[in-house]
Structure formats: structure tokens, C-alpha cells
């Protein structure tokens, strides 16, 4: 299955309060979980030598995320926007991990600040923290602000705004990762707000 969409299908289903938050998450193996904790320690060891690196601070909180302990990257990220009130990547990452905590509105407000901050500015491709057999990174900054704030409004029941923020996830990133994981929501939302003929239409460029 498409990673973006398993992604939020993860998150939909935390959101939602049918599935796991903080220390529940899951691992295929111990040796799953170690390489992860190694990760995580790697990751802490960079920004202690680098504090004024953002980079190295949306590791740890990334990689905190990753371990299912979501509140402690909260704080990893609030931290990071006050540091750098001007960095988008911030408020994208803690917006997604608000809306892991069931925060919906936090999540949605923290999105609509990392679109406006950039807004006009050219996209840049975001590296995957658990990368693809390829180790192809299928995803940008601007494709992930509108594609989980369009997650967000479809958690508040807003359809119509979904659909929209879906539509700008979709056309801001084009590749085939992108382009499904984003018009299958596009399709879902238009639907649920009594738009068939355009949820039709929405399809019409996907081929198998």
C-alpha cells in the first residue's frame, strides 16, 4: 500500500481514539524497536553537539515521534518554534503530531501558520525518517502541510475545506506516491460532501 496513505490512515485512526498514542505503538520485532532507540540516541547526540542546528532538533523530535513517545516530541517541537518562529518545518511536524494526540484544532492551526510561512517559497523534497526500499523520498514540505491539513478538516467533519487542501496537496508535488495517496482522500471528501460527479472526475487521471 501506498506510505502516505498508510500514514494517515495511522493517524486518522489516533485521531479518532482507535488507535495507539504515546507508549502503545507497536514494533515487528525487538530489533525493530533497538534500531529505533539507536536512532533516537544518534539523533540527541547531533543536537547536543549542534543546539543551533534545526535540523538536528526536528531529528529528535521526529525520531521521538517514531518511538510513539508523541508528547515528548511536542515539546521537542514547541521548543523549535520558539527558537525559530520563521521555520515552517516546525509547525508541520508538531501539527502532525497534534493531530496523533487528538489535538485537531492545535493541528489545524499549526498547519495553516507552516502554509502561510510558505507560501511564495519554492517547496523542498522532506527525507523520510523511515525511508523506502529505494530510499526515494516521496514527499515535500508544502505536500505534507496541505496533505495533513486536509486530514485535519476531514477529522472536524469539514469536507468541502478537505477536499480543497487536498487538491493543493496533490498538485504541489507531482509523483505517483503523491498524486494517489492525495486524490483517493480528494475522492473520499468530495464524496462525504455530496459531490459525486466531481469525486468521479478526480479519478479520471489515475491508470493502474
Known amino acids: 500500500m501506498n506510505r502516505l496513505l498508510m500514514s494517515s490512515f495511522a493517524a486518522l485512526a489516533a485521531a479518532s481514539g482507535n488507535g495507539p498514542l ?3 505503538v507497536r514494533f515487528a520485532t525487538a530489533e525493530a524497536r533497538a ?6 540516541a544518534e539523533a540527541e547526540a547531533a543536537l547536543a553537539k549542534a543546539p543551533d542546528d534545526p535540523d538536528a532538533r526536528i531529528w529528535v523530535g521526529r525520531r521521538l515521534a517514531y518511538l510513539g513517545r508523541y508528547r515528548d516530541a511536542l515539546k521537542v517541537f514547541t521548543d523549535g518554534i520558539t527558537r525559530f518562529p520563521k521555520d ?4 508541520r511536524h508538531r501539527g502532525h503530531r497534534y493531530l496523533t494526540a487528538r489535538q485537531i484544532d492545535r493541528a489545524i492551526a499549526d498547519f495553516e501558520q507552516a502554509a502561510a510561512l510558505t507560501k511564495g517559497l519554492p517547496d523542498q523534497i522532506e527525507p523520510d525518517g523511515q525511508p523506502n526500499a529505494r530510499n526515494i523520498p516521496t514527499s515535500s514540505l508544502q505536500s505534507n502541510i496541505w496533505y495533513h491539513l486536509a486530514l485535519a478538516r476531514y ?3 469539514d ?3 478537505a477536499a480543497a487542501d487536498w487538491v493543493k496537496a496533490r498538485d504541489v508535488l507531482d509523483n505517483d506516491d503523491n498524486r494517489v495517496a492525495a486524490t483517493a482522500w480528494l475522492y473520499v ?3 462525504r460532501a455530496g459531490r459525486p460527479a466531481e469525486a468521479a472526475a478526480a479519478l479520471a487521471p489515475i491508470h493502474a
Open 159 to 161: 469536507f468541502a475545506g
Open 189 to 191: 471528501s468530495l464524496r
Open 155 to 157: 477529522l472536524k467533519r
Open 22 to 24: 504515546a507508549s502503545d
Open 88 to 91: 515552517a518545518r516546525f509547525y
Open 35 to 40: 534500531k529505533m532507540e539507536a536512532q533516537l
